[in-house]
């Protein structure tokens, strides 16, 4: 069955460095997602993707913050200056359609940012 | 701004035991409701997804529950099975924009 797949699985860097997390979300998907998780804490959402843009961010997204869908297969996030409290697992998700139609959101196994 | 509340946060019960877990949202404005399951360490599974005109959705041994008037989903793993050691995460996308909320999951483990 087809999987989003997330690279690295962990990633370790100090403070204030530049990290980018990569995505390869399923073949003819066609809206991407963000979602982090703090440990100990519920998933939350981040940034939604569409048709070479951001179709909507929450208030965590700043300008530290970037995503990118540099080919027709990978689907990256970048965070500029890395802090303390982006320690947290990162899941990529997408799905046929929007979430909230019938196409279920689905996610890869996530990478394990860890901020020194 | 939507709530959702998972309860009990943890919960063991011997194989063969039916499971019940509870989901909440308090803003019944929804659009879908999705069960997840998330392994230690790993990504998140889609379990069963309903929409909000549904009351429920079956999976094998899953079956899931809507009542979106009252604010609660509630899913039911019919005679466990140590496999099914997990935490389960319900999430609620709203009507009027595309991000899940998230519960905090309820962690199930079966005894052997």
């Known amino acids: 069955e087809p999987e989003v797949t997330q690279t690295p699985s962990h990633q370790v860097t100090q403070m204030g460095q530049e990290v980018i997390l990569r995505c390869v979300p399923i073949?003819?998907?066609?809206?991407f997602y963000w979602y982090r998780q703090i440990l100990g804490q519920k998933v939350e959402f981040l940034v939604s993707?569409?048709?070479?843009?951001?179709?909507?961010k929450s208030e965590i997204f700043d300008d530290q913050f970037s995503v990118e869908r540099p080919d027709g297969s990978n689907f990256t996030l970048k965070i500029r200056s890395t802090k303390l409290e982006d320690s947290a697992m990162y899941f990529c998700?997408?799905?046929?359609?929007?979430?909230?139609?019938?196409?279920?959101?689905?996610f890869g196994n996530g990478t394990r940012l860890t901020v020194t | 701004k939507q709530e959702v509340t998972q309860i009990p946060a943890a919960l063991s019960v011997p194989e063969g035991e039916n499971l019940v877990l509870n989901c909440s949202f308090t803003?019944?404005?929804?659009?879908?409701l999705q069960w997840f399951r998330q392994d230690p360490g790993k990504g998140l599974t889609s379990l069963l997804l309903i929409q909000s005109s549904q009351r429920e959705q079956t999976s094998g041994r899953l079956n899931a529950s809507l009542d979106k008037s009252s604010g609660r989903s509630t899913l039911y793993i019919a005679a466990s099975q140590p496999g099914d050691s997990a935490t389960y995460l319900c999430a609620v996308r709203p009507s009027n924009d595309y991000k899940l909320s998230f519960g905090a999951g309820t962690t199930v483990t079966v005894r052997a």
């Open positions: 073949s003819n998907h066609l809206y």
């Open positions: 993707f569409y048709n070479n843009e951001i179709s909507e």
């Open positions: 803003d019944s404005a929804i659009y879908n």
């Open positions: 998700a997408s799905s046929t359609r929007f979430v909230g139609s019938t196409s279920p959101l689905h």
